[in-house]
């Protein structure tokens, strides 16, 4: 059973920074990927960053290239999203998300050659920017 914990999140103004994290009751030698995901009251759950564990390739929304940036500890089953320069278009439910084989899920990522398929989640932490 996987078992996904993020914590991090909170208020912050314009031009503020959160680190988010997620620990993951899984060993990360097991994982293919993982990634962080975002959904906003009445949009549609969007991918936001995602790195693959064996090269930590990593890939990026459009819209958070050069603010966020998506790291990993995998002696610590733990992933990371640095969050810089946040606008209020960042506010949302921020979830961690775990590609564990052979499991399958309904969001999928490419980084590079690599088919990152989410089928674990977390509960979410709230990213509200004011």
């Known amino acids: 059973h996987v078992q996904l914990v993020e914590s991090g999140g909170g208020l912050v103004q314009a031009g503020g920074s959160l680190n988010l994290s997620c620990a993951a009751t899984?060993?990360?030698?097991?994982?293919?990927?993982m990634g962080w995901f975002r959904q906003a009251p009445g949009k549609e759950r969007e991918g936001v960053a995602s790195?693959?564990?064996?090269?930590?390739?990593?890939a990026y929304a459009d819209s958070v290239k050069g603010r966020f940036t998506i790291s990993q500890d995998n002696a610590k089953n733990t992933l990371y999203l640095q969050m810089n320069s946040l606008k209020p278009d960042d506010t949302a439910m921020y979830y961690c998300?775990?590609?564990?084989?052979?499991?399958?899920?309904?969001?999928?990522?490419?980084?590079?050659?690599?088919?990152?398929?989410?089928?674990?989640w977390g509960q979410g932490t709230q990213v509200t920017v004011s």
């Open positions: 790195i693959t564990r064996i090269h930590g390739g990593t």
């Open positions: 998300a775990a590609d564990l084989p052979p499991a399958k899920g309904k969001l999928t990522v490419a980084v590079g050659a690599v088919r990152c398929d989410f089928a674990y």
């Open positions: 899984v060993n990360s030698n097991n994982l293919n990927c």
